[in-house]
């Protein structure tokens, strides 16, 4: 398959996750979208890393294409942290004002 | 190497701290004294001794250029703590953890000062962003932290996943995540440069355009800066944000120049100076809190330092270290002193020259140094920084946008200093925790900034040693 | 002998900080005793140099001035015999018209006392560098310090109002003059790269006519204003306002001799420009004449003076014009002795008189002040040129000097002089001869002025009476000292191949006739007992000084004001003050609706980012296009 293939079907899911952010309210959902974003950032890391290693000459030193799946892992690992200190902000915020509304809290503006 | 290492084991030390030290007072020395060895290890590491020798080439390189930065920023951290210690002391049971966020913190400043891998500058934004969302909502009760905080992450987390798609796309385009681009494909180009490149740079740009608060990408930073603690919005505005600075500059330096044949950043990079200048400087205009005021003052200072990444030259790089060192002392000075006046209104100051008399005059010359009078830190910074676009040769007119919205700046800076010389009020200030050590801290600063605009050149010959 | 050179102006200096700083803790006489005494040690110095003939060839160098890749102006000294002469009066003359202020402004409370003579002292030194500089911005140095210090001292009774404009007024004319020794100095350093005098004399023949016209001719503007020729020369009546003593060293016999010093020093230059010398020389006669027809009708006895100064000047500079630089040099001389006679002699009767300075007030004071009486007599006669006293001999040079040159420019320098002895004897026999017309009070209170102030008087009169003998000339038994003693420096006029002794005859006839005649009418005229002071018809517009300064009023002052009146009243106002207050409002404006933009919502925040990523990407895939558009702006 082509990896233009993989291309549109990660910016679909990205664009998918950023019109998710843009219109819902709900802190856990716009989250969830974020999540998404990085999820379509991971499919397509992993679509370029395919595509490299093809381009490889075979016989050459290093597995072309490796490291972009090292940095898959990152991405997870960082987003896990990510959801961690995120859950207990809104945990937090839902502690004081029993709501998870993003515009709830509007106190900050001009 | 060294400040790295060594602020990981403090920031672990530190959280240790919590359970075993049982002195609460201790705790802001241990973390000053730990901040003392983080600064010592990198000068010495400036001076090449080294705790450890791995290989960490092709991931990081530290150069001159980053050792130097690390040390300002050591210093400026170093300042933040010894001004701010009786400030985070009131953040109650937490005290070392808040600590132990700012070594990570200062973790994430060393990678990005020597990142030379589009993963460790991933990996550097979120050590750097991530202990700050927590440190921005630390103040769990307060509504306005809890709402700040949330911003943030929100916002944070956003850009993070813009800045990912924009490092894949990068890495579609040329097969590397090493911050030398390798060999640029053939097919499916624009004037030689591959399209997933061009296409993830300008969103890496975006990306860290938002982590430097540069306009359009600006707009959690004033609400941010407003909800979050006086200390954290201190270090984030100051610190953090200069980093940021550092490592977009260090991006573009490569990567600018790389694919110049196809983009004329030249061209977004001014419109990018315009806008952050623009609203920066208009907005902090009709603000009636000091807080937000120098929130907003912080974004206008951002546009200045954009012109450090604008011209990419001698200049620019002496510029931006000149104008991180002016620019974070004066605003830590300045937030340290709003930390003792509880009504952070402009009405807040009135007549604090009567009543302290030495943090007036301090805040006076910060303020000065802020909007770029002569014989203060901030002049020459802004010198460097005008300069470094007459050097390119091109875009002159962007020189007299900068001085022009300078100009205006002084209207605001100006009002402060108004507020607390030529009028009469009782500000209400903590008097008791304006101690000896704070005032002498304040004073030493600010004798540094005025150095500092006496003789630049101070600064820079130790950079060329 | 170097640092003894420098010890010269730098004594002045100290004085004038020390009595300047310590006004307020010194003493009167302990003030006049160390203001007088720096004067006196520098003329000590100055003789040293005198009589040792300590004239080094090469300019004294002490430190670099300004020095850049192009230029390289050192401060320097140039000592040689014209410095030296002029050192001799400043310090000389200086020292007694110190000696004089001690007892003059005795009325003075002593903090003014220090500030009258730390200013005197500045004088002096501003005057000394003037003279001792090597190069044409040192002496631009002095020539801007005696500038100020002269605005200084004409408004030194800051009080007075009128006063204050004199000063004003001074400044002003002379900074109008220092425009064109400016321009001058920039000119020479643009052709020569040099302002040394050495270098710029050495090379002087390299200058392109134009050029070297040019720089005499703006040089001259220079002179014209210090010196106060037309048309600048109104400023100088109106300095009278300050005290006597200054009028006598700065107004009289020093600082207005600059300009004077300047093209005697320059005539290199000047020789080369025949046309700047024929401007010189009309210029001089015109001013001599003008001035001279003013003092015929001044009341108040120092205009009269201060006119006369005015076309003594006029008379040096005719001099310079016809190339006799050596005589104008002289004339400078003479003059110092006489005028500042004049002037401290007009102070001791003003004294007498209890400040009275109308002379139509005054009459028959020769019984009263006879010290006074006897040596302003000896200045009147010299001034008018009687035989054999100094003026008698410089101006007869001058006087030959223009014969030689061109016959018409002899008659009006020589009717100049006639006005001269006119109005000279006119003022004394109204001051001194006839009978008393001021009132009771003043009668009673006439005296005779102390020592202090009768012997520098008796010791000037001395200088007036015999000091022209050293350029004596040779038909009466003389041997041209001055000129031989100048001539390293400064250029004599020839007379060669000329009858000198018929011309000589001719002028010693004609002056004792002409002065007898004018003392007759004089004493006719103005030796009474009543004298109304009040003229009508041409006499009318001479006291009136020709109108002039209503005329410089009503075409340069007038129009100057209205357009400033209207520049602040309708240009400042509304329309500087308006675009900036209106930029001001603008700004407040936008501020308030830009701060709109940041609502406060997460959503708007990342939909503003996205749309910003979005257009960028429109801004760069068009970028061709709108680089292009906006080149076609710009």
């Given at each position: 398959m082509p990896v233009s293939y993989y291309i549109i079907l990660a910016s679909a899911l990205f664009c998918i996750g950023v019109a998710g952010v843009l219109t819902r309210r709900n802190a856990i959902i716009v989250f969830m979208c974020i999540e998404l974003m990085l999820n379509a950032v991971n499919l397509l890391l992993v679509a370029f890393s395919k595509m490299q290693n093809i381009a490889t000459p075979p016989g050459s030193v290093s597995v072309g294409g490796s490291d972009a799946q090292i940095f898959v892992f990152f991405i997870m690992v960082v987003a896990a942290a990510e959801v961690s200190v995120g859950l207990a902000i809104i945990v937090m915020m839902y502690r004081n004002v029993h709501s998870i509304d993003i515009n709830f809290l509007n106190r900050l503006k001009n | 190497m060294n400040a790295l290492i060594l602020s990981a084991v403090w920031g672990i030390i530190l959280m240790f701290c919590s359970i075993?030290?049982?002195?609460?007072?201790?705790i802001g020395y241990i973390a000053a004294f730990g901040l003392l060895t983080i600064l010592i290890g990198n000068i010495a590491e400036t001076y090449g001794t080294q705790i450890t020798h791995y290989n960490i080439y092709p991931m990081l390189l530290l150069d001159r250029f980053g050792l130097f930065f690390n040390t300002i920023a050591i210093l400026s951290v170093f300042i933040f703590v010894l001004l701010s210690l009786i400030e985070i002391r009131k953040?109650?049971?937490?005290e070392p953890e808040f600590y132990t966020l700012i070594f990570f913190v200062i973790c994430g400043i060393t990678i990005l000062t020597s990142y030379q891998n589009l993963l460790m500058l991933f990996l550097g934004i979120e050590i750097l962003s991530i202990p700050l969302y927590i440190l921005t909502g630390?103040?769990?009760?307060?509504l306005k932290s809890n709402e700040a905080s949330l911003k943030y992450f929100l916002m944070g987390a956003f850009s993070t996943g813009i800045m990912l798609l924009g490092i894949a796309l990068i890495y579609g385009g040329?097969?590397?995540?090493?911050?030398?681009?390798g060999t640029h494909s053939?097919?499916?180009?624009y004037h030689g440069i591959s399209f997933l490149e061009i296409t993830g740079l300008i969103i890496l740009m975006c990306a860290m355009a938002f982590k430097a608060s540069v306009?359009?990408?600006?707009?959690?930073a004033p609400d941010v800066y407003d909800g979050a603690p006086t200390p954290v919005t201190s270090f984030m505005a100051t610190i953090v944000k200069v980093t940021a600075f550092l490592a977009f500059f260090k991006l573009c330096e490569v990567r600018v120049t790389d694919t110049l044949t196809a983009v004329n950043w030249k061209m977004i990079f001014a419109v990018m100076i315009v806008a952050t200048l623009f609203i920066g400087n208009i907005t902090a205009?009709?603000?009636?809190?000091v807080k937000r005021m120098l929130a907003y003052s912080s974004i206008a200072q951002a546009g200045f330092m954009m012109y450090a990444i604008f011209s990419l030259n001698d200049v620019a790089k002496e510029g931006l270290l000149y104008y991180a060192m002016a620019y974070s002392l004066a605003t830590i000075g300045l937030f340290a002193t709003m930390s003792k006046?509880?009504?952070?209104?402009f009405e807040g100051y009135n007549g604090l020259a009567k009543k302290q008399p030495t943090l007036a005059a301090t805040n006076a010359i910060f303020l000065l140094s802020l909007s770029g009078i002569?014989?203060?830190?901030g002049f020459f910074a802004k010198y460097y920084m005008l300069a470094s676009v007459i050097k390119t040769g091109?875009?002159?007119w962007l020189v007299i946008v900068g001085v022009c919205f300078a100009t205006i700046s002084i209207y605001y800076y100006f009002r402060l200093i108004q507020a607390m010389y030529f009028k009469t009020g009782n500000p209400d200030t903590i008097d008791h925790e304006i101690t000896p050590f704070f005032k002498n801290m304040l004073i030493v600063v600010a004798v540094f900034i005025v150095l500092l605009g006496a003789f630049p050149q101070l600064l820079l010959n130790w950079f060329y040693f | 002998m170097n640092a003894l050179v420098l010890c010269i102006p730098l004594l002045p200096f100290l004085g004038f900080l020390l009595v300047g700083l310590l006004r307020n803790k010194l003493s009167r006489p302990l003030i006049g005793i160390i203001a007088s005494g720096v004067i006196g040690i520098a003329f000590i110095l100055t003789l040293v140099i005198f009589f040792t003939h300590y004239?080094?060839?090469?300019a004294i160098t002490y430190f670099d001035f300004i020095k850049n890749s192009k230029y390289d102006i050192s401060f320097s000294f140039q000592v040689d015999q014209l410095s030296t002469l002029f050192m001799l009066i400043i310090t000389g003359v200086g020292f007694l018209i110190h000696v004089y202020s001690t007892s003059y402004m005795h009325d003075e409370t002593p903090a003014h006392y220090a500030r009258y003579f730390s200013y005197l002292n500045l004088f002096v030194f501003s005057m000394l560098l003037l003279v001792l500089g090597a190069n044409y911005v040192i002496m631009f140095l002095g020539w801007e310090g005696v500038g100020i210090c002269s605005y200084l001292l004409i408004g030194y009774?800051?009080?007075n109002n009128q006063y204050n404009y004199a000063a004003r007024k001074a400044f002003v004319m002379n900074r109008i003059g220092d425009v064109g020794f400016l321009l001058a100095i920039f000119w020479l350093l643009a052709r020569l790269g040099s302002v040394d005098y050495s270098i710029v004399f050495s090379n002087?023949?390299?200058?392109?006519t134009t050029d070297v016209t040019g720089i005499t001719i703006l040089l001259f503007v220079g002179a014209i204003g210090k010196s106060a020729q037309?048309?600048?020369?109104?400023?100088l009546p109106d300095?009278?306002?300050?005290p006597t003593p200054v009028s006598a060293l700065?107004?009289?016999?020093t600082m207005v001799t600059a300009g004077i010093y300047m093209i005697a020093r320059s005539n290199v230059l000047y020789s080369l420009s025949p046309v700047s010398m024929d401007i010189v020389a009309v210029i001089g006669v015109a001013t001599a004449l003008l001035a001279a027809s003013i003092a015929?009708?001044?009341?108040?006895i120092k205009k009269v003076l201060a006119y006369s100064t005015v076309s003594q000047l006029g008379f040096m500079f005719v001099a310079l014009g016809v190339g006799a630089y050596t005589t104008g040099v002289f004339h400078v001389m003479t003059h110092a002795f006489f005028k500042a006679l004049l002037f401290l002699g007009a102070g001791s009767v003003i004294h007498a008189m209890g400040g009275?300075?109308?002379?139509?007030?005054?009459?028959?004071l020769r019984k009263k002040i006879p010290i006074t009486y006897w040596t302003f007599l000896i200045a009147v006669l010299a001034i008018s040129g009687f035989p054999f006293t100094s003026g008698f001999i410089s101006k007869d040079e001058i006087l030959l000097a223009a014969y030689s040159h061109s016959k018409p420019l002899f008659w009006l320098t020589a009717f100049a002089a006639v006005l001269t002895a006119f109005y000279m004897f006119r003022v004394f026999m109204l001051v001194f001869l006839g009978g008393f017309r001021g009132n009771d009070e003043q009668q009673h209170h006439l005296h005779e002025s102390p020592p202090a102030m009768t012997i520098p008087l008796i010791i000037l009169a001395i200088l007036a009476a015999i000091g022209g003998f050293v350029q004596l000339p040779e038909l009466f038994g003389g041997h041209d000292y001055f000129n031989q003693f100048l001539a390293p420096v400064v250029p004599a006029l020839s007379h060669e191949g000329e009858n000198l002794a018929t011309k000589e005859y001719a002028l010693l006839g004609g002056t004792i006739v002409g002065l007898i005649i004018i003392f007759l009418f004089c004493k006719k005229w103005f030796?009474?007992?009543?004298?109304?002071g009040k003229y009508t018809g041409f006499k009318n517009v001479l006291a009136h000084k020709w109108y002039m300064d209503e005329l410089y009023d009503a075409i340069i002052v007038n129009p100057f004001n209205n357009i400033a009146g209207f520049l602040k009243s309708i240009v400042e106002k509304s329309g500087i003050d308006g675009i900036v207050n209106g930029v001001g409002r603008f700004i407040q404006y936008s501020s308030r609706q830009v701060?709109?933009?940041?609502?406060?919502l997460v959503g708007n925040y990342i939909l503003i980012m996205v749309l910003s990523i979005t257009v960028l990407f429109m801004v760069f895939w068009n970028q061709d296009l709108i680089i292009a558009f906006l080149q076609k702006i710009f």
């Open positions: - | 075993l030290v049982k002195n609460k007072k201790a953040t109650g049971k937490y630390s103040d769990k009760k307060n040329t097969g590397t995540f090493n911050l030398q681009p053939v097919v499916g180009t306009a359009p990408f600006h707009f959690w205009i009709f603000q009636q809190s006046i509880k009504d952070y209104s002569p014989l203060t830190a091109s875009y002159t | 004239y080094p060839a090469n009774w800051f009080k002087a023949s390299a200058l392109s037309i048309p600048l020369y109104t400023w300095a009278m306002a300050g700065i107004h009289a016999a015929l009708f001044q009341n108040d009275e300075q109308d002379i139509t007030k005054m009459g028959g030796a009474v007992n009543q004298f109304e701060r709109l933009i940041q609502s406060g």
